[in-house]
């Protein structure tokens, strides 16, 4: 399904490849199904690597390849279709819109493409996450907690055979990371969807096939 081919990202290649790394300069295959957390202080590129793998950073050498086609030879529509259809993404930095609400963040990305579900399961799943009452409020008024939150359902609420989690339960406490977690693992089982989740500490919250080290 993803395969990383020896990846080193060209900025940070003088830096890392003087430490040792299960990822960076590897080849690592990701089955379907497969659920993998990669551990890495900061500075050691899991942004990057993140950015890498969704296809909106280049400069690196190695290759991703998606179900066997390096995705550098992929077409800006390619891309595009494989981010609604197969990938799925909650960015560190989160990129909601501000200006609109909570709802509308999730539904304009809902309707993006063919929709996988109705808009009521936004406020099903915002009461599993406990943040039903800030869905009319405006991104910008949400605390960080309840943006990572928005973002958490946003990501849920498309279609995807891959997920990819960059620090999502950075700002939210250990209760409420467990009903997070708990929500993507049901998404994830249901769509026989692989993970990659990176952070900066071990933790338990996923069954995972794999830990790394970047």
């Not at 990669?38 to 969704?54: C, E, V, W």
Request: hydrophobic share 45%; aromatic share 6%.
């Amino acid at each position: 399904m993803l395969e990383l081919n020896h990846l080193m990202p060209i900025p940070l290649r003088d830096r890392l490849s003087k430490k040792e790394s299960s990822v960076w300069n590897n080849q690592i295959l990701v089955s379907t199904e497969e659920w993998i957390k990669i551990t890495a202080p900061s500075g050691t590129g899991k942004t990057t690597l993140m950015h890498m793998l969704y296809g909106i950073r280049s400069d690196y050498d190695g290759a991703i390849l998606l179900d066997g086609i390096n995705i550098k030879n992929m077409s800006i529509n390619e891309l595009a279709s494989i981010r609604q259809i197969k990938m799925s993404v909650i960015f560190q930095d989160l990129r909601l819109f501000p200006h609109l609400t909570a709802f509308e963040n999730i539904e304009l990305k809902r309707v993006l493409q063919k929709p996988y579900y109705e808009s009521d399961k936004i406020i099903e799943m915002a009461e599993v996450l406990g943040i039903s009452n800030i869905l009319s409020q405006k991104a910008a008024i949400c605390s960080y907690g309840e943006q990572q939150r928005i973002s958490i359902i946003r990501a849920l609420i498309q279609p995807f055979t891959l997920l990819l989690m960059d620090e999502p339960f950075s700002h939210l406490d250990n209760n409420n990371k467990a009903i997070a977690a708990k929500l993507i693992a049901q998404e994830c089982i249901k769509r026989n969807a692989a993970l990659i989740i990176t952070d900066l500490e071990d933790d338990d919250l996923f069954t995972y096939s794999r830990k790394l080290i970047l």
